[in-house]
């Protein structure tokens, strides 16, 4: 059975950093597409940063010098670091598994979600 489970997310200040983690289990994220998405009310989700390969990493452009997707293949876990944080990165995150090598940028093109962590930043 395919299980993400995020954790990490949480409340804090402009500027401040916070970590996400996504734990997966049922498969090997290095035989898939790993990414983080985040949604806010009334909107789609958004791709954030994606991973696949050996290190191979996508980002959206407004975060792609603040973000940094990575993944550890003995714990089957990817992470998010989240740096100089803005008011408009509060959002649910979510991770998400692509079980094919190849990665999109398209929420539907993704088949298995985590339930999903808060991330609030406050001025």
């Known amino acids: 059975q395919v299980q993400l489970v995020e954790s990490g997310g949480g409340l804090v200040q402009a500027g401040e950093s916070l970590s996400l983690s996504c734990a997966a289990s049922?498969?090997?994220?290095?035989?898939?597409?790993m990414a983080w998405f985040r949604q806010v009310p009334g909107r789609g989700r958004e791709f954030v940063a994606g991973i696949i390969g050996i290190n191979i990493t996508r980002y959206l452009d407004s975060v792609k010098t603040r973000f940094t997707i990575s993944k550890d293949s003995a714990k089957n876990m990817v992470s998010l670091r989240m740096n100089n944080l803005k008011l408009e990165d509060t959002a649910i995150y979510y991770c998400a598994a692509r079980t094919s090598m190849v990665m999109f940028r398209s929420s539907q093109q993704y088949d298995y979600w985590g339930q999903g962590t808060q991330v609030s930043v406050s001025s």
């Open positions: 049922g498969f090997a994220i290095n035989s898939a597409a």
